[in-house]
């Protein structure tokens, strides 16, 4: 607990593999037959980011070198399998995640981030600063859900 009394959050880089289980529960219905990893996972600039409360982890959020939607200069990392679990999302968690990957990914020299996010999900990216790439509307081959391409450009 914090001196406020509430539940200190800690977000810090741990391996994708700490985080498969949580992708799984929350973004693939529990579903065991779901693949819930990325073929990009054991990449040696991949930054898998995990958020801890009270020990436990709750958040998830893994980034990978790839060419943005928006062709600029410089690295641009895309967002997979941010996930918080059902009993904590609402809290802000998710914000705080996306706080420090972006702070993290910065001191990476990246300029650009994206993701191809859910349509249910656009509502909380949008109020975090990001841009929808109009038009880019699909369903996903993975899920079968309507997700959209977004983005961010990074300060320098």
Do not use: N
């Not at 801890?52 to 600029?72: K, T």
């Not at 996930?83 to 972006?102: C, H, I, K, N, P």
């Amino acid at each position: 607990m914090s001196s406020d009394g509430a539940e200190q959050f800690d977000v810090r880089v741990v391996g994708a593999d700490e985080l498969v289980d949580l992708r799984r529960r929350v973004l693939r219905g529990a579903d065991p037959r779901a693949s819930a990893s990325d073929p990009r996972d054991g990449d040696v600039d991949a930054l898998h980011l995990g958020g801890f409360l009270a020990g436990r982890l709750v958040a998830s959020a893994s980034w990978f070198p790839c060419a943005g939607p928006i062709d600029v200069d410089g690295a641009a990392y895309q967002l997979r399998f941010m996930a918080t679990d059902f009993d904590v999302q609402g809290r802000g968690y998710g914000s705080v995640m996306l706080e420090r990957s972006r702070a993290e990914l910065g001191s990476r020299g990246a300029v650009q981030i994206w993701a191809k996010a859910r349509d249910s999900a656009l509502g909380f990216y949008r109020a975090t600063g990001w841009t929808v790439v109009e038009g880019s509307e699909h369903v996903s081959a993975e899920t079968g859900l309507a997700h959209t391409v977004i983005y961010m450009m990074l300060d320098g």
